[in-house]
């Protein structure tokens, strides 16, 4: 007797079973978690209701393995490391004509999964070539009815957080004030403005993070003309926020726009940068006296991002949930600097708001919850012997082992490279099966969109 038959639809389902299966068959093994109850999550249904999109900016394996390391020791898991579904994505950017330029920016990086297109170094949500508009994540998410949040440790004029709600030529074109790079992006040429106005125009629900002296910059041109891009904001209906206090205090009825520091919030962790012929053994010092004692940190940040964008779906009755993008932006800043204390307090910091974001989704399984890095980075943990011949600086872990990490991409006194290996990225969740294998920046925007049911 034949067995019923099989149609398309049944065999993408086993499919997928079988790929989460053979993820489980992977993770599963000694010293691993609850990944097998989780990968079966992910293949019942294809739609969610939230997305979480975690943005780890220039953690390389590298960066994740050094903070491993430091924190909770070569045999321990970051909270980034417990996720059932992990695989790999290309990172490159393209050049004018569309062939590829192998090490990319944050620009062009986040523009491949922000609208599923490749571009330029240095663009912002446009084309490589015609210097046009993409339609972004987040302005589809808007269009179907899903509330919309970025949280970032950077400006939030900078390239990671800009990527979803602001169309540029030039990634500094942050404020009024910075459009030399921009010219037929200003209000005057009939264009949309700079990145921080933009911003607030597109009414994102929840904007937190630093860049206040982009804001504090008055518009030049148009309806706002003479105004600060504070002031332009408040007019929009947004409530504005200055610090941790205020950050609790307010409520969802209302966009809420939090800036927490003039430029890029100070980092969490200090310590001595690394040096031409390395440093003395050193603990990294887990505080920050440049850092104001009123600061959000990434988490708070991110569990008061989640809240809001709640109680703004609440108070419309929407059946839809929310996309927020959390940036932990400062581990690629620190590792430009050499700075191996910085970069690992920086990567602990954002694992802690996955973390939250991680818990959230245990609670609400129809929420996908994605963890990457928009492109790979310097630092290498190198053996103690080895004499590097740029900056290198010797740890001593939390294990109490010592640990050599070299800064090598570029010459002593000058800024560190970013690196064009591909990157990790990690899922729980409804379609989180999609990032198994070796996939493109720019299929995570597919993945999104999908997920939402998005046109």
């Known amino acids: 007797m034949r067995?019923?038959?099989?149609?398309?639809?049944?065999?993408?389902?086993?499919?997928?079973?079988?790929?989460?299966?053979?993820?489980?068959?992977?993770?599963?093994?000694?010293?691993?978690?609850?990944?097998?109850?989780?990968?079966?999550?992910?293949?019942?249904?294809?739609?969610?209701?939230?997305?979480?999109?975690?943005?780890?900016?220039?953690?390389?394996?590298?960066?994740?393995t050094l903070a491993r390391d430091y924190t909770v020791g070569a045999h321990g898991r970051l909270n980034m490391d417990k996720f059932p579904l992990t695989g790999a994505y290309t990172t490159y950017a393209v050049h004018a004509d569309g062939t590829p330029d192998y090490v990319?920016?944050?620009?062009?990086?986040?523009?491949?999964?922000?609208?599923?297109?490749?571009?330029v170094n240095g663009r912002i949500s446009k084309t490589p070539g015609t210097d046009k508009a993409v339609r972004t994540i987040l302005e589809l998410a808007q269009k179907g009815g899903y509330a919309t949040g970025s949280v970032t440790t950077a400006e939030l004029t900078d390239a990671t957080p800009a990527v979803l709600a602001s169309h540029a030529t030039d990634r500094s074109c942050q404020g009024p004030a910075d459009m030399a790079k921009c010219p037929t992006d200003t209000i005057a040429k009939g264009g949309p403005g700079s990145i921080a106005e933009q911003s607030v125009n597109h009414?994102?629900?929840?904007?937190?993070?630093?860049?206040?002296?982009?804001?504090?910059?008055?518009?030049?041109?148009?309806?706002?003309?003479?105004?600060?891009?504070?002031?332009?904001?408040?007019?929009?209906?947004?409530?504005?926020?200055e610090d941790n206090a205020s950050l609790k205090a307010v409520k969802g009825d209302k966009p809420v726009l939090g800036l927490f520091a003039p430029g890029n919030v100070p980092t969490e962790w200090t310590g001595k940068p690394a040096a031409v012929g390395g440093t003395d053994p050193q603990r990294c010092v887990t505080s920050n006296p440049n850092r104001p004692a009123g600061t959000?940190?990434?988490?708070?940040?991110?569990?008061?991002?989640?809240?809001?964008?709640?109680?703004?779906?609440?108070?419309?009755?929407?059946?839809?949930?929310?996309?927020?993008?959390?940036?932990?932006?400062?581990?690629?800043?620190?590792?430009?600097?050499?700075?191996?204390?910085?970069?690992?307090?920086?990567?602990?910091?954002?694992?802690?708001?996955?973390?939250?974001?991680?818990?959230?989704?245990?609670?609400?399984?129809?929420?996908?919850?994605?963890?990457?890095?928009?492109?790979?980075?310097?630092?290498?943990?190198v053996p103690l012997e080895a004499q590097p011949p740029g900056l290198s600086s010797t740890l001593v872990t939390d294990e109490g082992q010592q640990l050599k990490v070299n800064y090598s991409t570029n010459a002593p006194g000058q800024s560190q490279e970013h690196t064009g290996?591909?990157?990790?990225?990690?899922?729980?969740?409804?379609?989180?099966?999609?990032?198994?294998?070796?996939?493109?920046q720019t299929d995570l925007f597919t993945t999104i969109r999908e997920a939402l049911r998005l046109r």
Not at 354 to 380: I, N
């Open 296 to 381: 959000p940190n990434l988490a708070d940040q991110t569990t008061k991002a989640i809240q809001l964008l709640e109680a703004k779906q609440k108070q419309k009755h929407s059946k839809n949930g929310f996309f927020l993008q959390v940036e932990g932006a400062s581990i690629d800043k620190q590792d430009h600097a050499a700075d191996p204390c910085g970069q690992i307090g920086e990567t602990a910091a954002f694992d802690r708001a996955v973390e939250v974001a991680r818990a959230y989704a245990a609670k609400h399984p129809d929420t996908l919850v994605v963890t990457t890095a928009d492109h790979g980075h310097t630092s290498q943990i």
């Open 203 to 241: 009414k994102v629900d929840v904007l937190l993070g630093g860049g206040k002296q982009r804001f504090d910059q008055k518009v030049t041109d148009g309806t706002y003309k003479g105004l600060t891009v504070t002031e332009q904001a408040r007019k929009l209906g947004y409530q504005v926020v």
């Open 421 to 440: 290996t591909e990157v990790r990225i990690a899922a729980q969740g409804p379609l989180a099966y999609r990032v198994l294998g070796v996939t493109d």
């Open 104 to 119: 990319t920016d944050s620009a062009a990086s986040g523009t491949g999964w922000a609208t599923g297109q490749k571009t």
């Open 3 to 64: 067995g019923p038959r099989l149609t398309r639809n049944h065999l993408m389902a086993a499919s997928a079973v079988l790929v989460a299966t053979a993820a489980v068959a992977v993770t599963t093994t000694a010293g691993a978690y609850d990944t097998a109850e989780h990968a079966k999550g992910t293949v019942k249904g294809g739609k969610a209701k939230n997305v979480i999109l975690l943005i780890g900016d220039g953690m390389g394996d590298s960066e994740i």
